[in-house]
């Protein structure tokens, strides 16, 4: 069975520093989607980042980055130049590219972001 | 992207009634989810709702105590029924707007529900 693994239950960064999240998982498929998602106080969860396991290339968006690491089922989130508005829970999901639509979430990481 | 609304945002019922939450989306999707998340926990899927065709429940969960709708491409909603204070949780939407070969979903902001 798929699983995502958060080994980070919290972590704290300095506003304008670079913090980055661990995702790990687990799947014997050759292709999936992964993807990273923000759930602010507010609860309305926001895609950060996308990631198709075929693209060798890691995936861009502004100030957030990942760094995959397909052979060791490994999906980092990198935030550059923190901001207050990053402070969230943090979710790693994954999901099949066939089969199934379901999303395997992992169990999340708070950041707070620190003035 | 696709803009989702939920109503109600937040309700306190008592045990063995049942709450109907709505979820409405700006544009026609295919396919529709609904997700529960226990306070401080992760997103648990309960269905998969597409229109046209029954839900498809994932397990651990029955169409008897969740039953959903799927009236058409832009609405659905999920009963919860004989309520208990285990359903304490916040209830989520998400579609997915380029359909089900395409990845990413969207999601409303969340029904809070607390059983008394």
């Known amino acids: 069975a798929q699983t995502v693994t958060q080994s980070q239950p919290e972590m704290s960064v300095q506003e304008a520093e670079t913090v980055t999240l661990s995702c790990t998982y687990d799947?014997?498929?050759?292709?999936?989607?992964l993807f990273w998602y923000k759930q602010p106080p507010s609860r309305q969860m926001i895609l950060v980042i996308r990631?198709?396991?075929?693209?060798?290339q890691n995936a861009t968006e502004n100030r957030f980055s990942v760094n995959f690491q397909k052979a060791a089922k490994s999906f980092s989130l990198k935030i550059s130049d923190s901001q207050l508005g990053d402070a969230a829970m943090y979710f790693c999901?994954?999901?099949?590219?066939?089969?199934?639509?379901?999303?395997?979430f992992g169990t999340g990481t708070r950041l707070k972001v620190l003035a | 992207s696709a803009v989702i609304s939920q109503k109600p945002s937040r309700d306190i019922c008592q045990r063995g009634t049942s709450l109907t939450i709505q979820c409405q989306v700006d544009?026609?999707?295919?396919?529709m989810f609904w997700y529960r998340q226990q306070p401080g926990q992760s997103l648990t899927l309960i269905a998969t709702?597409?229109?046209?065709?029954?839900?498809?429940?994932e397990s651990g969960f029955v169409i008897d105590k969740f039953p959903i709708s799927r009236p058409n491409l832009t609405f659905s909603t999920l009963t919860v029924s004989n309520m208990s204070p285990e359903d304490s949780s916040i209830y989520l939407c998400?579609?997915?707007?380029?359909?089900?070969?395409?990845?990413?979903?969207?999601f409303g902001p969340g029904t809070r529900l607390t059983v008394t």
């Open positions: 998400s579609v997915a707007p380029r359909g089900g070969m395409y990845s990413e979903q969207y």
């Open positions: 799947t014997s498929e050759s292709d999936y989607y």
């Open positions: 990631q198709e396991a075929y693209k060798q």
């Open positions: 999901a994954y999901r099949p590219t066939s089969g199934t639509y379901k999303y395997i």
């Open positions: 544009s026609q999707v295919t396919m």
């Open positions: 709702a597409n229109q046209g065709s029954e839900a498809t429940y």
